[in-house]
Nanobody
């Protein structure tokens, strides 16, 4: 059974930084796609960044140049480095994983992922 556990969220001021982690276990995919998503109150969940087992990355336009997704295969951990945070980044952040390589056009879509973590809250104050 796939298990994803996010950590690293918190409260920061505008311009600050946070690094989110997602510890993954229980999956045996040799090829996979993993992503970070976020959901603000009253809004739909949206894709933020994604990476596949080949190391190919994708970012939402709203976070390009500010967020960096990475993975440590030895630790089975996914990261999201978030810099220059803005109040608009306030949301619950979730990681997700799907077996196989999701095409670049689709990998930020919620519907493409089967397994999800419980989320970690990020709050950015102005």
């Amino acid at each position: 059974q796939v298990r994803l556990v996010e950590s690293g969220g918190g409260s920061v001021q505008s311009g600050g930084s946070l690094r989110l982690s997602c510890a993954a276990s229980g999956y045996t995919y040799s090829r996979y796609s993993m992503g970070w998503f976020r959901q603000a109150p009253g809004k739909k969940r949206e894709g933020v960044a994604a990476i596949d087992s080949d190391g190919s990355t994708s970012y939402a336009d709203s976070v390009k140049g500010r967020f960096t997704i990475s993975q440590d295969n030895a630790k089975n951990t996914l990261y999201l480095q978030m810099n220059s945070l803005e109040p608009e980044d306030t949301a619950m952040y979730y990681c997700a994983v799907e077996g196989g390589i999701i095409s670049r056009l689709l990998r930020l879509l919620v519907s493409q992922y089967s397994d999800w973590g419980q989320g970690t809250q990020v709050t950015v104050s102005s």
